[in-house]
């Protein structure tokens, strides 16, 4: 006789990273438990949850039958606080497996979003819940939104020495389920897209899919920050694993 698999609880399973690894972890046969602000209606076999993982509401009845924790919420702040409030309920109901989603560089650069996610991290490895890290690189749809909004003005701002290694999303959910049906294994190797482009590059290749010109006007990063990012701090040019969609395949589907 062969027992059901426990309860994945995914938080953030409605976002950008969370809608696509929903749907692979249901294809691998597992149930799913979506947290959400507001409670919903169960739909292909996923049921929603009412949480508030910065106030720490509802969290240890949504751990009920769960063994494995894909921790995918994220914003600007309380990443640390959302972590803290659920590692403390994932330790008490005995979860065996916590995967947590965070940010390539966010142990170099100094940016205060990046060392929340950073706190968040530490407090997933110090908590003594088995657990599996992975810093992916920003996601193509970040990107394009960045560079629409600078192509909305007359002259486009290119920060001098900013360079990014875009990754698919699709790409990333595939890893981060992977690793979610898997066995606790750390803090895994990045994941990045597979090509660097400075920021220039990018906004032509956006540019040119969408038929408009700008002229571009370079600028520089001030402080500690900018210091960071020409030095690289927010790639991982060795010993990264690679996503197989490029910015330029992105580009074809979502704007040519």
Request: glycine share 12%; hydrophobic share 40%; no cysteine.
């Amino acid at each position: 006789m062969t027992s059901t698999p426990a309860t994945v609880l995914v938080t953030g399973g409605t976002g950008t990273l969370g809608s696509l690894a929903v749907p692979l972890l249901r294809e691998a046969g597992r149930d799913v438990r979506v947290l959400s602000r507001h409670a919903r209606e169960a739909a292909d076999g996923v049921e929603y949850v009412a949480v508030d993982l910065l106030k720490g509401e509802g969290i240890d009845a949504a751990l009920t039958g769960v063994d494995t924790v894909l921790h995918l919420a994220g914003g600007p702040k309380g990443d640390d606080i959302a972590t803290r409030n659920l590692v403390r309920a994932a330790r008490t109901a005995g979860v065996r497996h916590l995967v947590y989603i965070s940010v390539v560089g966010a142990d170099r650069v100094p940016l205060a979003w990046l060392r929340s996610k950073l706190d968040a991290e530490r407090t997933i490895a110090e908590s003594g819940v088995p657990w599996t890290t992975l810093r992916a690189a920003q996601f193509h749809e970040l990107t394009l939104k960045m560079v629409q909004t600078m192509a909305k003005m007359p002259v486009f701002p290119v920060p001098g020495g900013l360079r990014l290694q875009p990754v698919d999303a699709r790409d990333v959910a595939a890893r981060i389920t992977e690793l979610t049906l898997g066995s606790p294994a750390g803090l895994v190797p990045d994941l990045t897209g597979p090509q660097v482009y400075g920021l220039g590059d990018l906004a032509r290749g956006y540019l040119k899919a969408r038929g408009k010109r700008r002229p571009m006007l370079p600028l520089r990063i001030p402080g500690k920050a900018g210091r960071s990012y020409r030095a690289g701090d927010n790639l991982t040019l060795a010993g990264a694993d690679t996503g197989k969609r490029t910015w330029e395949d992105f580009l074809a589907e979502r704007v040519g």
